[in-house]
């Protein structure tokens, strides 16, 4: 049987209003705080990491040390979806982020009272791999349970902007970590970061799954739909593998979840590899240099800043549905339009769209995400749209740049903006996430009444 999470107290999400904004709710600003805090701790950890990495081995060395996170990340993602939905996702944010503290001061201890080896830094990396898997799928599960349903569209709006102050704050805090003591001090400064997390955490005021989402009550649904007739059968217990086999069931059959997926699959896929990979090797074709890659990516920051603002102030995007593949198509034709422009002040105009684009197109996926789902499945759903992005995305990276050397920068940039125009195209075909809604004030609220 599930383990559900316990409430504090059993009473509405959150325990505010319906008609309180989330910027003024002191439970999704803690839940916040705690999200800014430990995305600092992040950005802080990977360059303490990479700098430990490139002193203490060759350059092949420090980078197996910094992709070796990626293998438990991927592996063990849809299981980080089924431990969020049957432990709940407070509880295993909590628990991540402690494990991250703990392993971090640890490293800078041994950093700081003696030399070890890169086993040591590839152990902590496979750590935090497997961490992330646990913490991600819980983080996408939790807004649901603290705010309406109303307020997701500026939750995730609220969420972006503290990710992109973290990285702002991260960087030159880990910088400086560095400079002033090393490895260890940095490593240091990041566990101090997850350790800020945890109090605001642990105060955080969770709202209790709707009964109708009741584990049993669930099953007999999902056997109904699949024609098993004979609900007695279903154990009183379940097993892990059975839940993951019943997320990905329930998914698979639900009219915007399933199609929701694919259009996210397509995005990503067509998205990260010229925005991570090509983008420097177009610089390079183009003469900008590291300045100009700079400019570039301040661009698309600004862009996907300015997207998360919006979404803050709004509130609701009408016809979330449509807005979504629609940003996405339009996205993808900037991508395209990054190869064929020789000019720096014109890529970065048109990354500003990219981000703008690309950062509301990804809010309301999420935040789309987070409304349809029934809470009971949402650790598991979000694992599988975050494998896509985290786990298969990035492995066209390699692919992309070897055809950049082949072809070029223009065609690769095209055929992955055909890639993303794919998804979106896809999103307006199916009339079920065409249509799909994002609710406003006055709708139903799990428990707030």
Known sequence: MTVTEPTTPPVAAAASPPSRPAHRDPNVLRWLGAYASSAAGDSVYYLALSWAAVRGGSPAQAGLVLAVSAVPRALLMLAGGVIADRFGPRRVVISSDAVRCVVVLGVAAALALASPGLWVLGAVALVFGAVDALFMPAVGALPPRIAAPAQLARIQGMRGLAHRASVLVGAPLGGLAVALGGSATAFGAAGLLFALSLPLLLTLRIAPLP???????????????????????????TTALRDLTDGLRYLRRHRVLGPLMIVVALSDLGFVGPLNVGLALLSDARGWGAAGIGWVLAGFGTGAGAASLLLTVRGHIPRAGAVMAWTITLGAASIAALAYVPQLPVAVALAVCVGLLAGLSGSLCGALTQTECDPAYLGRVTSVSTLFSLGFAPLSFPLTGAAVGLWGPAPVFTASAAICVLGGVYGLSVRSLRRAELPRTATRTQGLS
């Not at 007999?220 to 009183?236: H, I, T, Y």
């Open 211 to 237: 009964a109708a989402t009741d584990e049993d009550a669930v099953r007999d649904a999902v056997r109904d739909a699949v024609g098993d007739a004979v609900r007695d059968a279903v154990p009183e217990k």
